[in-house]
Protein backbone atom coordinates (compact mmCIF):
# COMPACT_ATOMS: atom_id res chain seq x y z
CA UNK A 1 0.00 0.00 0.00
CA UNK A 2 2.65 2.39 0.95
CA UNK A 3 4.44 1.59 -2.64
CA UNK A 4 1.05 2.26 -4.10
CA UNK A 5 0.51 6.08 -2.18
CA UNK A 6 4.38 6.83 -3.79
CA UNK A 7 3.48 6.22 -7.06
CA UNK A 8 -0.21 8.17 -6.23
CA UNK A 9 2.03 10.98 -4.84
CA UNK A 10 4.58 10.94 -8.33
CA UNK A 11 1.56 10.89 -10.68
CA UNK A 12 -0.35 13.66 -8.86
CA UNK A 13 3.21 15.90 -8.38
CA UNK A 14 4.16 15.25 -12.43
CA UNK A 15 0.66 16.41 -13.37
CA UNK A 16 1.40 19.53 -12.01
CA UNK A 17 4.59 20.21 -13.53
CA UNK A 18 3.84 22.83 -16.15
CA UNK A 19 5.90 23.39 -19.08
CA UNK A 20 7.87 26.75 -19.28
CA UNK A 21 6.80 28.98 -21.85
CA UNK A 22 10.11 29.11 -23.44
CA UNK A 23 9.06 25.39 -24.55
CA UNK A 24 6.88 26.80 -27.17
CA UNK A 25 7.17 25.02 -31.02
CA UNK A 26 8.31 26.67 -33.75
CA UNK A 27 5.22 27.51 -35.12
CA UNK A 28 3.46 28.98 -31.68
CA UNK A 29 7.19 31.13 -31.71
CA UNK A 30 7.00 31.70 -35.27
CA UNK A 31 2.81 33.01 -35.11
CA UNK A 32 3.64 35.18 -32.42
CA UNK A 33 6.94 36.70 -33.97
CA UNK A 34 5.37 40.30 -35.58
CA UNK A 35 7.85 39.70 -38.52
CA UNK A 36 6.33 36.24 -39.66
CA UNK A 37 2.58 37.62 -39.29
CA UNK A 38 0.96 39.54 -42.47
CA UNK A 39 0.56 43.21 -41.68
CA UNK A 40 -1.70 43.71 -43.94
CA UNK A 41 -5.15 45.05 -43.84
CA UNK A 42 -7.82 42.39 -45.24
CA UNK A 43 -10.25 44.16 -47.44
CA UNK A 44 -14.25 43.39 -46.66
CA UNK A 45 -15.50 40.77 -48.00
CA UNK A 46 -11.68 39.64 -49.73
CA UNK A 47 -11.52 35.47 -49.79
CA UNK A 48 -9.29 34.32 -47.46
CA UNK A 49 -7.04 32.21 -50.27
CA UNK A 50 -6.48 36.12 -52.21
CA UNK A 51 -5.50 37.49 -48.75
CA UNK A 52 -3.36 35.22 -47.78
CA UNK A 53 -1.77 35.23 -51.06
CA UNK A 54 -1.25 39.24 -50.84
CA UNK A 55 0.24 38.49 -47.29
CA UNK A 56 3.05 35.75 -49.42
CA UNK A 57 3.78 38.34 -52.26
CA UNK A 58 4.48 41.01 -49.14
CA UNK A 59 6.53 38.88 -47.21
CA UNK A 60 8.86 37.39 -50.19
CA UNK A 61 9.55 41.27 -51.45
CA UNK A 62 9.85 42.14 -47.79
CA UNK A 63 12.59 39.26 -47.35
CA UNK A 64 14.73 39.84 -50.42
CA UNK A 65 13.21 37.03 -52.48
CA UNK A 66 12.64 38.80 -55.37
CA UNK A 67 13.98 41.66 -58.24
CA UNK A 68 12.81 44.42 -55.87
CA UNK A 69 14.03 46.25 -53.49
CA UNK A 70 14.18 44.58 -49.59
CA UNK A 71 12.90 46.57 -46.43
CA UNK A 72 16.23 48.80 -45.92
CA UNK A 73 15.88 47.87 -41.99
CA UNK A 74 17.95 44.89 -41.77
CA UNK A 75 16.53 43.85 -38.44
CA UNK A 76 12.86 43.20 -40.45
CA UNK A 77 14.94 40.04 -42.25
CA UNK A 78 14.22 36.66 -40.32
CA UNK A 79 16.23 33.43 -41.28
CA UNK A 80 14.36 30.93 -43.04
CA UNK A 81 15.31 27.28 -42.35
CA UNK A 82 18.75 27.19 -43.81
CA UNK A 83 20.94 30.37 -44.31
CA UNK A 84 24.68 30.05 -45.23
CA UNK A 85 25.35 33.26 -45.21
CA UNK A 86 27.12 34.48 -41.88
CA UNK A 87 25.28 37.93 -41.35
CA UNK A 88 21.52 39.37 -42.66
CA UNK A 89 23.39 40.85 -45.87
CA UNK A 90 24.91 37.72 -46.81
CA UNK A 91 21.33 36.24 -46.71
CA UNK A 92 20.21 38.58 -48.50
CA UNK A 93 22.25 38.71 -51.24
CA UNK A 94 21.98 34.73 -51.37
CA UNK A 95 17.91 35.28 -51.81
CA UNK A 96 17.83 38.28 -54.13
CA UNK A 97 16.10 37.71 -57.71
CA UNK A 98 15.80 33.82 -56.34
CA UNK A 99 11.93 33.50 -56.83
CA UNK A 100 8.99 35.69 -59.02
CA UNK A 101 7.31 38.38 -57.89
CA UNK A 102 3.63 36.83 -58.45
CA UNK A 103 2.59 33.12 -57.11
CA UNK A 104 1.92 30.09 -59.19
CA UNK A 105 -0.69 29.04 -57.13
CA UNK A 106 -2.25 28.54 -53.77
CA UNK A 107 -3.09 25.37 -51.75
CA UNK A 108 -5.27 25.55 -48.41
CA UNK A 109 -5.49 22.44 -45.97
CA UNK A 110 -8.33 21.15 -43.84
CA UNK A 111 -7.17 23.14 -41.13
CA UNK A 112 -7.38 26.79 -43.53
CA UNK A 113 -3.25 26.82 -43.59
CA UNK A 114 -1.71 28.24 -46.51
CA UNK A 115 0.52 27.62 -48.88
CA UNK A 116 1.07 29.86 -51.35
CA UNK A 117 3.52 28.64 -54.07
CA UNK A 118 6.22 30.96 -56.18
CA UNK A 119 8.42 29.52 -59.48
CA UNK A 120 11.68 30.17 -59.33
CA UNK A 121 13.49 33.07 -61.06
CA UNK A 122 14.60 30.32 -63.68
CA UNK A 123 10.60 28.76 -63.79
CA UNK A 124 12.24 25.63 -63.17
CA UNK A 125 11.59 24.93 -59.79
CA UNK A 126 9.39 26.36 -57.27
CA UNK A 127 9.21 27.39 -53.22
CA UNK A 128 6.46 27.99 -50.99
CA UNK A 129 5.68 30.76 -48.36
CA UNK A 130 3.62 28.67 -45.56
CA UNK A 131 1.16 30.59 -43.21
CA UNK A 132 -1.24 29.42 -40.49
CA UNK A 133 -4.99 29.81 -40.50
CA UNK A 134 -4.15 33.24 -38.91
CA UNK A 135 -1.73 34.46 -41.13
CA UNK A 136 0.52 34.18 -39.04
CA UNK A 137 3.86 31.59 -38.80
CA UNK A 138 4.91 32.99 -42.44
CA UNK A 139 7.92 31.14 -43.62
CA UNK A 140 9.64 30.39 -46.69
CA UNK A 141 10.43 26.91 -46.87
CA UNK A 142 13.61 25.57 -48.10
CA UNK A 143 12.58 22.84 -50.49
CA UNK A 144 11.45 22.76 -53.67
CA UNK A 145 7.95 22.55 -54.19
CA UNK A 146 6.16 20.48 -57.05
CA UNK A 147 4.95 22.67 -59.40
CA UNK A 148 2.62 19.97 -60.97
CA UNK A 149 0.70 19.43 -57.92
CA UNK A 150 -0.59 23.10 -58.79
CA UNK A 151 -1.33 22.50 -62.14
CA UNK A 152 -2.94 19.35 -61.33
CA UNK A 153 -5.29 21.05 -58.30
CA UNK A 154 -4.71 18.64 -55.98
CA UNK A 155 -4.41 18.34 -52.48
CA UNK A 156 -6.34 21.72 -52.26
CA UNK A 157 -4.06 23.27 -54.76
CA UNK A 158 -5.05 25.91 -57.32
CA UNK A 159 -3.41 28.32 -60.20
CA UNK A 160 -3.83 32.05 -58.10
CA UNK A 161 -5.67 33.14 -61.79
CA UNK A 162 -8.35 30.54 -61.02
CA UNK A 163 -9.52 31.55 -57.60
Same mark, same amino acid.
Given at each position: ?P?????? *???????????? /??????????????????????D? *???????? /??C?????V @?? *???????????????????????S????????? *???????A?V????????? /???????? @????????????????? @???D???? /????????C??????
Amino acid at each position: MPTLLLVL *GVIVLASSVQAP /VSAQTRAEADSANPLRRCGLARDA *GEAVDLYA /VRCAERFIV @QQ *GYTDLPAGADTSAIVPEGIEWGASKLDWLAGRR *GTLERRPAGVCVDAAERFT /VVFRSASG @QTARAVTMDATFGSLRV @QHQDFRLE /VVEAEQYGCRRVGVL
